[in-house]
């Protein structure tokens, strides 16, 4: 059951690191992630126009993957990546039908 558990945080610390470093380091190339439809793209295109938005996320999103994958204050990580990672379940169910298995299993 450790072992089980290990896995599963190194898994979703490493999600998060890597989607969080991919924002500022820009290997968009190792990352082909379908296309989206025109809500999602409309609703994404919104987000951007906060400059402060991605930016903040994708640092709590590092953030909370290095803590995971360190497990120190494994807790306080997991609570708060926790609305990180139902937006973007929510998100996937609404909006990006492609990626829903992706966000399903970073929920649960």
Known sequence: MKAIALTS???LGLIFLIFGLDFFLHFDSLLNLP??????????NGLTRAEYFFPIL????????????INRYTAMFVA???PVTLNIFLFDLFLGKPLLPLGATMLF
């Open 9 to 11: 945080r190194m898994l």
């Open 35 to 44: 296309g989206l439809n025109r809500q999602a793209d409309t609703y994404l």
């Open 80 to 82: 708060g990546l926790l």
């Open 58 to 69: 994708k640092i709590i999103e590092i953030a909370g993957g290095l803590g995971l994958i």
